[in-house]
């Protein structure tokens, strides 16, 4: 059985940080794509970053140079280093693996305070 568990929101103020953790298990996250994905009220489900099995990683152009996707082997997890956010960063941030079937975390509520 495959679980995708999120971590690491919270509110943070503007032009902070924040790191969120996606542990993976019953699929390995180093062989599949592993994708970050927000969606804030009212907005469409939004790709913000993922990272393939060869670790080819590709970003949205709203968090270039701002958010950072990588993924520890050993602890078999994904990670998302968010650095200046701001307000329209702040959504529920999800994580999804997988290609032919995707799976899916329960999702983590980052909240950016002006």
């Known amino acids: 059985q495959v679980q995708l568990v999120e971590s690491g929101g919270g509110l943070v103020q503007a032009g902070g940080s924040l790191r969120l953790s996606c542990a993976a298990s019953g699929i390995s996250a180093s062989d599949t794509v592993m994708r970050w994905y927000r969606q804030a009220p009212g907005m469409q489900r939004e790709l913000v970053a993922f990272?393939?099995?060869?670790?080819?990683?590709t970003y949205a152009d709203s968090v270039k140079g701002r958010f950072t996707i990588s993924r520890d082997h050993a602890k078999n997890t994904v990670y998302l280093q968010m650095n200046n956010l701001k307000p329209e960063d702040a959504a529920v941030y999800s994580c999804a693996a997988g290609t032919s079937r995707i799976y899916w975390g329960q999702g983590t509520q980052v909240t950016v305070s002006s």
């Open positions: 990272v393939t099995s060869a670790g080819v990683t």
